[in-house]
């Protein structure tokens, strides 16, 4: 089973703290995120670093299919 993933994202611009969430499907993808944003700072114009780490939820992204039961026809 998979559960959502928040990737947290904080960072200071012109000396305002921001903090933002991304839901993303797992934790994986959060990671792909982290690591293919690592100039982050460059995008936001942040006064310095951007910290991004994931947070895992207990929410399914996914969750198991069920069988639907076969029916059996009783009129004939």
Do not use: W
Not at 14 to 37: F, K, S
Request: net charge negative; proline share 4%; hydrophobic share 35%.
């Amino acid at each position: 089973m998979t559960f959502f993933t928040l990737l947290y994202i904080e960072y200071t611009l012109r000396g305002i703290d921001v903090e933002t969430y991304l839901i993303l499907p797992d934790y994986e993808a959060c990671q792909i995120a982290i690591r293919d944003n690592e100039d982050m700072h460059k995008y936001f114009y942040a006064d310095s670093d951007v910290d991004m780490y994931c947070v895992r939820t207990d929410t399914l992204s996914r969750s198991i299919k069920p069988m639907l039961r076969p029916t059996t026809d009783i009129s004939s």
